[in-house]
């Protein structure tokens, strides 16, 4: 601890301060563990953390409006209409309750039940850790008729709380400068908190989120800015994810009740389409990998359908075995449940462990769906007839794998003919590049390193699998040989599943490489939107990356460079060139199969020198309509979202 640090906390020097700012200094040293990652992932969750307490007076009853402003200089300002966070003296910590919430972590309201009965925050850190990874913040709490404030330097108060004046209205106002020493990225995306605002406001319905960019101005000088709020809550939010399908029926099934001490709310709607999307959450957290409320939701949903329509001998005639899958095909469903001490699992720490959920789920959905499909005859018999058909597309689909198994011509080890695999059998090092056009695997083939580094050369534009019945994508030769090489398997122990099993995946790197051009970017959806509905756990384990080939290759005399943007070409020109085009030399590539064997090696496949990025999912709700929207029949929204986004792609004329 330094003397300046003793100082600033008003020369008082305790153990319980050492302990405190020893606190916030694990934080700044390893901010990873605390907010996941220092990227522009870790960069909003900074937001997410405010706004979660934010949320959690308005879970307890006592706000129902939240602010969130961009600045102009990139500092971040939330405001909401609750109670204001406490100001009084803190008998155990020996100052006032608004800076303990502020400078100790784990303190706070949550972990007092009486404060609040849920809440969110799934790394309970709160807002001292965003304190900590700010070179500012300020603090405001309107409250008892006063305003109160307490000003903070990464984590460490500049002085005590004081009154700054006096209010009508109730609330806490923070903003924050996150730390440019700490985070790769400090400039905020718009679309990215919009996206989870958006979310939030679906999941608890009534409250007002506004979001405003004070960073963009229209004609009129006046910022960019977006309110959410909806009254309908998950009905609404599974009409959202579900707008660029063909809806079965246009009911949403609305289940919202409390089972054994747990709230439960679920929206259901069922489309023409062939992939489950179940979208979960436990207190407002996306648990991507689902967990026991999820597994309940499932439960009751098979044996419900699976009884009624036994019972109305609905089955009789289709003379098929039914799985539990086909229950699910063409479903879009929302749950969201609220838990007092939710535990934590999984990958990604997103998958719920609760086992008295499951009961709960599975009770709540199961009596609310039997009674709709009772009272509704007419649409019951819809869902069971797309049921039927799904049976009869799965047994399809396990014929064509087993044909497809028999006919491959396959090398040794039963893979893809196409795939030059590489001589480590170790996933956590293999590489497998899927690598658009012959000509360019061609090139990849000979300038990879062969010990860790795949390459599969896909011929063509693969399945856009979001228009295909779910058997189609086996009799597919590039879809087969993608799963094939990557040795995923459906189902267990023989049972016709789609759930992909993943435990066998031959390598932990699976990258995409395609031209850097309108047909490059299209391949690349194909083949994500292939993952996100097929096999998703490869990106939700962080498996998939997409290469980024150069642009263009500056000479001049014997300076070169690769640039992958306009800006680093520019910046070359204005070294080497005087500023002027036309004394430097440019070569821009149109595609891979331009590259020789060195240079594909040297700018995209070295592991010192490539760029890749990796597929996150963010947002799986949001994923699911933009890959919905975007690879569906429904060309209206898709013109709209790429005429929004092209400014943004890089589109060749």
């Not at 679906?202 to 405003?212: D, E, H």
Request: proline letters at 3%.
């Amino acid at each position: 601890m330094t003397e300046e640090q003793i100082h600033s906390n008003n020369g008082s020097y305790s153990a319980e301060n050492i302990q405190v700012l020893e606190g916030l200094e694990a934080v700044r040293k390893r901010p990873a563990m605390y907010i996941g990652d220092i990227s522009n992932k870790g960069l909003h969750h900074l937001v997410y953390e405010v706004v979660d307490n934010s949320i959690d007076e308005a879970l307890a009853g006592y706000c129902d409006h939240i602010e969130v402003i961009i600045n102009e200089d990139n500092s971040i300002t939330v405001q909401d209409n609750g109670r204001g966070i406490p100001v009084d003296y803190h008998e155990k910590e020996k100052k006032s309750a608004l800076e303990v919430v502020m400078t100790v972590l784990h303190a706070g309201g949550k972990f007092d039940k009486g404060s609040y009965k849920v809440s969110g925050g799934l790394h309970g850190v709160g807002v001292s850790c965003v304190n900590a990874l700010s070179t500012h913040m300020t603090t405001q709490v309107f409250r008892n008729g006063k305003i109160y404030q307490q000003e903070y330097a990464c984590g460490h108060p500049l002085y005590s709380v004081k009154e700054v004046g006096t209010t009508d209205v109730t609330g806490t106002r923070q903003q924050f400068w996150p730390d440019g020493s700490i985070f790769t990225e400090t400039v905020y995306s718009y679309d990215i908190l919009a996206t989870r605002m958006r979310e939030l406001a679906y999941l608890n319905a009534g409250i007002k989120i506004s979001l405003t960019d004070l960073r963009v101005k229209d004609e009129e000088g006046n910022p960019l800015k977006e309110i959410f709020h909806s009254e309908e809550g998950l009905k609404e939010f599974v009409r959202y994810v579900d707008s660029s399908r063909e809806h079965l029926m246009n009911d949403v099934i609305y289940i919202n009740t409390e089972k054994q001490g747990t709230p439960v709310e679920v929206a259901i709607m069922y489309n023409t389409s062939y992939s489950e999307n179940v979208h979960s959450y436990v207190n407002n957290i996306n648990t991507i990998e689902g967990g026991t409320h999820l597994a309940g939701f499932r439960r009751a949903l098979t044996r419900t359908l699976k009884k009624y329509a036994e019972d109305n001998k609905m089955l009789e005639k289709a003379k098929v075995e039914i799985s539990g899958d086909d229950f699910r095909e063409g479903l879009t469903a929302v749950i969201s449940i609220k838990v007092a001490e939710p535990q934590f699992e999984g990958q990604t720490k997103t998958k719920l462990g609760n086992n008295e959920v499951m009961g709960a789920v599975d009770q709540a959905v199961g009596e609310a769906l039997s009674y709709y499909l009772e009272e509704h005859p007419k649409e019951a018999k819809l869902i069971v007839d797309k049921v039927i058909l799904a049976a009869q597309a799965r047994i399809a689909a396990r014929k064509a794998r087993e044909s497809v198994q028999r006919k491959s011509p396959m090398s040794g080890g039963g893979m893809p003919g196409k795939l030059a695999d590489c001589s480590s059998k170790d996933p956590e090092e293999c590489e497998l590049f899927l690598v658009e056009g012959d000509s360019a695997g061609g090139s990849a083939k000979q300038g990879r390193n062969r010990a860790f580094q795949a390459i599969l050369p896909l011929r063509g534009k693969i399945l856009n699998v979001e228009k295909a019945m779910w058997h189609k994508a086996f009799e597919s030769d590039e879809v087969n040989n993608i799963i094939q090489a990557l040795g995923i398997r459906f189902g267990v122990d023989g049972e016709d599943s789609k759930e992909a099993n993943i435990d066998k995946l031959r390598y932990k790197k699976i990258i995409i490489m395609t031209d850097a051009d309108v047909d490059g970017s299209h391949i690349d959806t194909l083949i994500m939107t292939l993952f996100f509905r097929y096999f998703p756990q490869v990106i939700q384990q962080g498996y998939l990356y997409i290469a980024t080939p150069p642009l263009y290759l500056c000479t001049k005399g014997k300076n070169k460079e690769y640039c992958w943007t306009d800006q680093q070409r520019q910046r070359f020109i204005d070294a080497y060139g005087g500023g002027s085009e036309n004394a430097v030399h440019t070569q821009r590539y149109k595609g891979l199969g331009e590259m020789n064997p060195e240079q594909l090696w040297e700018t995209t496949m070295n592991p010192e020198n490539r760029m890749l990025k990796q597929v996150h999912l963010e947002n799986a709700a949001e994923a699911d309509y933009i890959f919905s929207m975007l690879m569906g029949e429904d060309v209206g929204p898709r013109r709209e979202f790429i005429e929004k986004n092209a400014t943004y792609a890089n589109i060749d004329a």
